[in-house]
């Protein structure tokens, strides 16, 4: 039986996603043995290079995880004999022809299963898909392309690109990526509600007070404000991945862990979402702030934003699901750039102990009796569930302790990257993690009229020190629903 290829194609190769994330998770992949014995990597872009190039430009980005491995020389050195470049037009048919020919050169006349990777701009999306479908498919085994968001901007945008996409894929050849999805506590998400008793039972409005889903960075657009202005924090993080974990964490019980039972699942949390209106939501702009003598400059200062921008680059919603496990429940989201700290959390804060004993100890501040389970996505992944505990000592006193687990001291194995995990289900074929089109039309269909009124009311953004904890906007907000941000307790 003739051996299979399998020929990676990185469309957009010189770009940064291309470089910090994409050729070192192949990297991590064949170096942990997970790529079949017959694989080449093509990087495409138009830059023109050689393949010395290209390999000497992807060199630089690789690392060996497990502890610095003797072999980690030569297996970068035996990577990288198997990466190549060609250098084309994204939408130019000749030039995917021409990287038809180079593929099969190097698969050598065997079978071969073709994956392309389009890390382009979004204007480009459809004419590189076009051009590689038309002109470089695999004639022998499978064809499938992974996408990265943005998928569009509205409904209608996103839904005319998936109508182009699917002139020339089908639905099962298109793998959309949502990162978040990759990473290890959103994985484990399901395992700690599904496997364990002692939160199974508990997952709903009878015992579950709110939900929080914390995104915060300490970092600006730093020189993607071109690309951010035409989006804001509410495409670029909200609409995808805070709300694909939402769903993830709301879902009734799939019929199995089959992708189509789960991405059932999540389809149906989305759809039956109270559509957003203005005032579940606030909006902010970090603006230019100087501390211990170091001056950070605010999201207009970017000379590729407008001046006048009135593009969030944080924002607070309050969303809630209509359906019978989670009528009434708030689901906070949280989510913004050049905060105090880098950190994504989930945080479920549970009901009161009805007629408590000990609720003497708390004074009048029930809430601060009530137990938060708290998944720390990153960094430093840990998940904890915060308890009331006695004192130790003669006389009764509580406080609020942890039960910690925390990954780094209880698995020595370091954490695989997100596109680590992604990369090898795509591989694969596995596509519980990526996001089916129905899945992407209810999350649109959920934020495009309120973007759209945000937008047509140029609501103006609360402004917030760069490097701060955001507009104070989110606390009214929260506190509206009678929810306190756990992050800030
Ligand atoms: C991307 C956003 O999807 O996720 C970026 O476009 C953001 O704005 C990034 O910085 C965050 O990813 P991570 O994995 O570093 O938290």
């Not at 901007?153 to 793998?175: G, N, V």
Request: hydrophobic content about 40%; overall charge neutral.
């Amino acid at each position: 039986e003739a051996e299979t290829t399998l020929s990676i194609t990185v469309v957009g190769a010189s770009g940064d996603l291309a470089k910090k994330k994409i050729f070192p998770a192949l990297f991590a992949l064949f170096y942990e043995d997970f790529l079949p014995e017959n694989f080449i990597v093509f990087g495409y872009a138009r830059t023109k290079m050689t393949d010395e190039e290209l390999r000497n430009m992807i060199s630089t980005t690789l690392t060996c995880r497990v502890d610095k491995r003797e072999n980690c020389a030569d297996k970068m050195e035996q990577f990288l004999m198997k990466c190549y470049y060609h250098s084309g037009q994204y939408s130019s048919e000749d030039d995917f022809a021409k990287l038809d020919c180079k593929l099969k050169e190097k698969e050598g006349g065997s079978l071969s299963n073709r994956l392309f990777y389009l890390s382009v701009p979004p204007n480009i999306f459809v004419d590189a898909v076009k051009c590689a479908s038309n002109k470089a498919s695999s004639v022998s085994g499978w064809t499938r392309v992974i996408v990265e968001k943005p998928f569009g901007r509205d409904s209608e945008s996103s839904r005319e690109l998936t109508r182009c996409l699917m002139q020339y894929l089908s639905e099962d050849q298109i793998f959309r990526i949502d990162h978040y999805l990759g990473k290890e506590l959103v994985e484990n998400l399901s395992v700690l509600r599904f496997s364990n008793l002692v939160f199974e039972p508990l997952w709903s409005r009878n015992y579950i007070r709110n939900v929080q889903f914390i995104f915060s960075e300490d970092f600006g657009t730093e020189g993607r404000g071109g690309y951010f202005d035409n989006y804001g924090i509410i495409r670029d993080i909200m609409q995808n991945h805070l709300l694909q974990i939402l769903a993830l964490f709301a879902m009734e019980t799939p019929v199995s862990l089959d992708a189509e039972d789960i991405r059932n699942e999540k389809v149906k949390v989305l759809r039956s979402m109270r559509p957003l209106q203005l005032e579940d939501v606030i909006v902010g702009q970090y603006k230019g702030h100087s501390k211990g003598g170091k001056s950070y400059p605010g999201y207009i200062d970017d000379p590729t934003v407008p001046k006048d921008s009135v593009t969030p680059t944080f924002a607070a919603a309050a969303l809630f699901i209509n359906n019978s496990r989670w009528d009434g429940v708030p689901f906070l989201m949280k989510a913004g750039k050049a905060l105090h700290i880098r950190k994504a959390e989930i945080r479920v804060q549970f009901r009161h102990v009805p007629g408590n004993l000990y609720k003497w100890n708390f004074g009048t501040d029930l809430d601060k009796a009530t137990n938060e389970l708290v998944l720390r996505l990153q960094p430093d992944e840990a998940i904890y569930l915060k308890i009331n505990n006695k004192v130790p000592g003669l006389g009764m006193r509580l406080d609020r302790s942890d039960l910690n687990l925390h990954y780094s001291a209880r698995y020595r194995r370091e954490i695989p990257d997100a596109y680590e995990r992604l990369l090898l289900d795509a591989i694969e074929g596995e596509r519980r993690l990526f996001i089916r089109s129905d899945e992407l039309d209810a999350a649109w269909a959920l934020f495009s009229p309120l973007l759209k009124e945000l937008e047509e009311k140029k609501i103006a953004p609360e402004l917030y020190p760069y490097g701060s904890r955001g507009p104070v906007g989110a606390h009214y907000l929260a506190a509206k629903h009678n929810v306190r941000w756990g992050d800030l307790a």
